[in-house]
């Protein structure tokens, strides 16, 4: 039979986990954001296609992999530091903004058909989202930072 330490031991470690794994998830979409960055001008557009689509993939997978498991664990009630808890009901408005303007980026750019969408924009576009995202890595690492003290 598992004893309460234990039960806590494995909650804080799995919650360690995942938070690892975003972190992960996250750098692997701030380098493709950067490898499309550094595809400037985008004037060409079937040189834009496969990193814009990388990137917009990566994107999405970052911000569910962030909401289903952060975010609905925190929801589910199996966090129980209130640190955490107050740090998340602080920061969640605005990380749900963030999200808001990368769904609106990514339904923007998505590639349909192998039809690259109208790119006039796409630099002043990434720039929005880059601060955007900029806002969000500073919330989540709060958050994060919440999850390691000890309660």
């Known amino acids: 039979m598992s004893s309460p330490d234990d039960v806590l031991q494995d909650r804080r470690t799995a919650s360690q986990h995942f ?3 975003l972190v992960e998830h996250r750098g692997q979409m701030l380098s493709c954001f950067n ?3 550094s595809s400037r001008p985008y004037q060409d557009r079937d040189q834009i296609l496969e ?3 990388s990137f917009c993939q990566l994107l999405i997978d970052y911000t569910a992999d962030a909401h289903f498991r952060i975010y609905s664990y925190l929801e589910e009630g199996r966090e129980r530091r209130q640190p955490v808890l107050e740090v998340a009901r602080e920061v969640y408005p605005a990380i749900m903004k963030t ?3 990368i769904l609106d980026f990514n339904d923007r750019y998505r590639i349909e058909d192998n039809i690259l969408p109208n790119i006039d924009s796409l630099e002043a576009d990434l720039s929005r989202l880059g601060e955007s995202l900029a806002d969000r890595i500073e919330l989540e690492d709060r958050l994060i930072a919440s999850f390691g003290r000890r309660n």
């Open 19 to 21: 938070l690892q794994e």
């Open 51 to 53: 990193p814009l689509v």
């Open 99 to 101: 999200t808001d303007t």
């Open 35 to 37: 490898d499309l960055l």
